[in-house]
C-alpha cells in the first residue's frame, strides 16, 4: 500500500531518466559498435572500428588526457578562488548573507554564450587588456592571453565558480561554530584552527564542489570551443566535430562513451582519495 | 589550581548592554555555577572567560594576573560546550590528544594522558571511533575528559547536560561532580536549570538582567533568598504578604488572617508595617482545621510517588503544600496549616510600610 503510493510518486522521475538518460546511454553504446560507413552515417555489422580508430591516432587519442588535465586545472582554480568566498559568505552577518549569495550565483543568469564571448573581447589579441598594455607602452606584442589553456582555464573557472561555492558555503554553514571555539580553548590559534579543524571539516563540500567542476567542465563546448577556437583540442570538441561535421556516428559515439568512462574513473579515483570515514 | 576573580565586568552590544558590571570571586578548586532564565548574560559572562567576548568594561584575572585581553588560546581554559563541539573528523583518541597537540607535548607523554583520560570517563574502548558513532552520553564524556586532559587552569561548562535526557542527565551530573572535586579543579557551570545548579555546586550565583541577584551556597539560596524574585526562580516559593504585629529582639511578629500570629527572625530594621515572607512547600504541614496557624481547603492533588502536592486555597492566596504520602488528604477537605518558623523567611526587598495588600 504505501510501497506503491511511493512507486507512483517516483514513477514521473523514473521514467524521465529511462527515456533521457538510460535509453540515449544504450543507444549510443549500441552505435559505437556498428560498422562506419561512406556517405551515410554507420553502415551493417558491428565492429570496433570506432574506438580503434580514437585510440590509434595520437590526434584524437592525446585530447582524452588534455581534457582531464584541463578539468583538474579548472577544479583546483574554482577551489582556490572560491574557497576564499565561501569562508567570508559562512562568517558573514546574516543580513549580508543574501547578497552575497546573490553576487556568487549572479554569472548564471547571463547565458554561457554571452559569458564566453565576453571572455573573447577582454583576452583577445586586440581585445582590452592586451590593448591597454600596449596602448601604456608595457608590451610590445599581445600577450597570448586566448586560443591556448590559459585562456580556456580562465574561462571555465569564471563560469563553474557558483557550482564550488554552493556546496563549500552548504558545508562550512553545517559545521558548529562551537567547534571552532572548542579548538581555541584547547590552544590552538587561528590558522591552527582552519588547517586542523575548518578546513577538513569542510571535506565534503571540497569533494563535491570539485566532482561538480570536473564534470561541467570536461563536457563543456561552448567555451572551449569559443575561447579556445579549437587550438585546444577537447575530447567534447572532437565528439561534436565527428558527429555533426563528419557524418561519423559510430566513432562520435566511441569516442563520447570513452570520455564518460575516463571521467567515471578520474571521479572514483578521487573520491577514493579523499575519502571521509567520519560521517 | 586558580582562582579566578571577575571585577565589575561590563559587555555591551551597540546600545544594549548584556552584563551591568559582574563582580565575582571563585576560590581555588570551587565549584560555582551560573543560574539564570535565558538572556541574564550567565552565558555571555562565561564567553567573557573563556575569551570568546571581549569584555566593554571591567577586568578578568586568573591568580591576580589579568587576562581580560589575552586570546582565547592563550588563557589555558577548559571548556565544554553544549553541543559538545567535538571534532567531528577525529576519532575519540585523536579528540583528546589534539589539545596536548598544541601545546608541543612529546608524542610518548601523550599517549599515556589520552589513555589516562580516556580510563577516567570510562571510554578506552571507544578509542578508535569517531564522535558520530557515539551516544549523548558518551560524547559527552569525550568533551569533558578533552577539556581537562590538558590540565587547564580553569573548568567552563557551558549547559552541558542540556542535551541529554533525564534519566542520563542525572548520572551525569554526579560523574561531573565527582570527576571536578577528584581533580580539584576551579570550574565555572553554567545553567538554567535550578536543580543543576544546587546538586552540584559549592555557590550558586544567581543572575537576571546582566546582574548578580545572588552568590551564596546552595542552602542559603534556596532557604534565604536575597529577593523575591531569586526565591521564585530557585524552587517553589509561597509568599505571605503579612501585616507586622510588633518587633523585638531582632523577631518580628505578624499577624496572619484568622487572629494567628507567626514570629519571624528578622524582618528588618524599618518600622514596616507589611513584611513579604516565603516558605517553601515542604516546609508547611497539614493539620486538622483550627491546629495550624492558618485554615484553608484544598482544591487540587497531586501524587508524584515519593510525595503529594497539594494547592490550598486560604486567605493569604493558594498555597503550595508538599507532603509524605504517609499523611493523605482528599480533594475538598478543608485543613489546618503550620509552617516551620524556624525557616520561614521575610524577604529583604519586602519590608515596606502600609499599603492595600495585593
Same mark, same amino acid.
Given at each position: 500500500m504505501k510501497r506503491a503510493r511511493i512507486l507512483m510518486l517516483i514513477a514521473p522521475v523514473a521514467v524521465l531518466i529511462f527515456l533521457f538518460i538510460v535509453l540515449p546511454y544504450v543507444t549510443v553504446l549500441l552505435m559505437s559498435f556498428r560498422a562506419p560507413a561512406d556517405g551515410q552515417p554507420y553502415g551493417a555489422g558491428f565492429s570496433v572500428e570506432g574506438y580503434r580508430q580514437f585510440f590509434s591516432q595520437n590526434y584524437y587519442a592525446l585530447s582524452l588526457p588534455q581534457t582531464m588535465g584541463l578539468g583538474i586545472v579548472t577544479s583546483l582554480v574554482c577551489l582556490l578562488l572560491g574557497y576564499p568566498v565561501a569562508l567570508h559568505i559562512a562568517t558573514a552577518p546574516k543580513r549580508w548573507r543574501g547578497l552575497l549569495y546573490g553576487i556568487v550565483l549572479s554569472p548564471l543568469l547571463v547565458g554561457i554564450v554571452v559569458r564566453s564571448y565576453g571572455w573573447t573581447i577582454l583576452l583577445g589579441n586586440a581585445g582590452v587588456i592586451n590593448t591597454t598594455l600596449r596602448n601604456l607602452g608595457l608590451i610590445e606584442r599581445p600577450l597570448p592571453l586566448m586560443y591556448n589553456e590559459f585562456g580556456v582555464v580562465l574561462a571555465l573557472a569564471h563560469v563553474f565558480l557558483p557550482f564550488m561555492v554552493l556546496p563549500l558555503l552548504a558545508s562550512l554553514q553545517t559545521a558548529d561554530p562551537a567547534v571552532r571555539q572548542a579548538a581555541r580553548s584547547l590552544g590552538a590559534g587561528r590558522f591552527t584552527v582552519f588547517r586542523r579543524v575548518t578546513l577538513p571539516m569542510s571535506m565534503p563540500g571540497i569533494q563535491s564542489g570539485c566532482i561538480l567542476v570536473f564534470v561541467l567542465a570536461i563536457s563543456s563546448y561552448v567555451t572551449p570551443a569559443l575561447v579556445g577556437g579549437m587550438r585546444v583540442k577537447t575530447t567534447t570538441l572532437l565528439v561534436v566535430d565527428a558527429l555533426i561535421d563528419q557524418f561519423q556516428w559510430p566513432f562520435g559515439s566511441a569516442m563520447a562513451l570513452t570520455l564518460a568512462i575516463s571521467a567515471g574513473i578520474v571521479v572514483l579515483i578521487f573520491a577514493r582519495l579523499t575519502r571521509i570515514r567520519w560521517s | 589550581m586558580t582562582e579566578v576573580s571577575l571585577l565589575s565586568l561590563v559587555k555591551s552590544y551597540g546600545k544594549s548592554t548584556a552584563l551591568k558590571g559582574i563582580s565575582l570571586e571563585v576560590g581555588h578548586g570551587e565549584f560555582v555555577s551560573l543560574l539564570g532564565p535565558s538572556g541574564c548574560g550567565k552565558s555571555t559572562t562565561l564567553k567573557c572567560i573563556a575569551g570568546f567576548e571581549d569584555v566593554t568594561d571591567g577586568k578578568i584575572l586568573f591568580d591576580s594576573k589579568d587576562i581580560s585581553r589575552k586570546l582565547p588560546?592563550?588563557?589555558?581554559?577548559?571548556?565544554?560546550?553544549?553541543? =559538545?563541539?567535538?571534532?567531528?573528523?577525529? $576519532?575519540? !583518541? +585523536?579528540?583528546?590528544?589534539?589539545?596536548? !597537540?598544541?601545546?608541543?607535548?612529546?608524542?610518548?607523554?601523550?599517549?599515556?594522558?589520552?589513555? #589516562?583520560?580516556?580510563?577516567?570517563?570510562? *571510554? $578506552?574502548? =571507544?578509542?578508535?571511533?569517531?564522535p558520530k558513532a557515539l551516544s549523548g552520553g558518551q560524547q559527552q564524556r569525550v568533551a569533558l575528559a578533552r577539556a581537562l586532559v590538558i590540565e587547564p587552569a580553569i573548568l567552563l561548562l557551558d549547559e552541558p547536560l542540556a542535551n541529554l535526557d533525564a534519566k542520563l542527565r542525572d548520572e551525569m551530573r554526579g560523574f561531573i561532580r565527582d570527576l571536578q572535586k577528584r581533580v580539584g579543579i576551579t570550574t565555572i557551570y553554567v545553567t538554567?536549570?535550578?536543580?543543576?545548579?544546587?546538586?552540584?555546586?559549592?555557590?550558586?550565583?544567581?543572575?537576571?538582567?546582566?546582574?548578580?541577584?545572588?552568590?551564596?551556597?546552595?542552602?542559603?539560596? =534556596?532557604?534565604?533568598?536575597?529577593? !523575591?524574585?531569586?526565591?521564585?526562580?530557585?524552587?517553589?516559593?509561597?509568599?505571605?504578604?503579612?501585616?507586622?504585629?510588633?518587633?523585638?529582639?531582632?523577631?518580628?511578629? *505578624?499577624?496572619?488572617?484568622? &487572629?494567628?500570629?507567626?514570629?519571624? $527572625?528578622?524582618?528588618?530594621?524599618?518600622?514596616?508595617? #507589611?513584611?513579604?515572607?516565603?516558605? +517553601?512547600?515542604?516546609?508547611?504541614?497539614? $493539620? &486538622?482545621?483550627?491546629?495550624?496557624?492558618?485554615? &484553608?481547603?484544598?482544591?487540587?492533588r497531586y501524587f508524584s510517588g515519593g510525595h503529594v502536592e497539594y494547592h490550598v486555597e486560604t486567605e493569604c492566596g493558594t498555597l503550595n503544600v508538599l507532603s509524605p504520602t504517609t499523611q493523605n488528604m482528599a480533594e475538598g477537605a478543608n485543613v489546618g496549616l503550620t509552617f516551620d518558623t524556624q525557616r520561614l523567611w521575610p524577604l529583604p526587598d519586602s519590608a515596606r510600610a502600609a499599603e492595600p495588600a495585593a
Open positions: - | 588560546e592563550d588563557r589555558d581554559i577548559g571548556m565544554v560546550f553544549q553541543s =559538545y563541539a567535538l571534532f567531528p573528523h577525529m $576519532t575519540v !583518541e +585523536r579528540n583528546l590528544a589534539f589539545g596536548l !597537540e598544541m601545546r608541543r607535548m612529546a608524542r610518548s607523554e601523550i599517549a599515556e594522558r589520552v589513555a #589516562r583520560a580516556m580510563d577516567m570517563v570510562q *571510554l $578506552t574502548p =571507544y578509542a578508535d571511533r569517531y538554567h536549570d535550578q536543580n543543576e545548579a544546587m546538586t552540584m555546586s559549592d555557590r550558586v550565583v544567581v543572575m537576571f538582567d546582566g546582574k548578580i541577584a545572588q552568590a551564596a551556597p546552595p542552602e542559603d539560596v =534556596y532557604d534565604r533568598p536575597a529577593s !523575591e524574585r531569586v526565591a521564585r526562580f530557585v524552587g517553589n516559593a509561597n509568599i505571605l504578604d503579612l501585616a507586622v504585629a510588633g518587633q523585638m529582639h531582632g523577631r518580628t511578629s *505578624l499577624s496572619v488572617p484568622g &487572629g494567628g500570629r507567626l514570629a519571624v $527572625t528578622g524582618g528588618g530594621d524599618t518600622p514596616a508595617t #507589611r513584611l513579604r515572607v516565603m516558605a +517553601r512547600p515542604e516546609q508547611i504541614a497539614l $493539620t &486538622g482545621p483550627g491546629e495550624g496557624h492558618l485554615d &484553608g481547603r484544598i482544591t487540587k
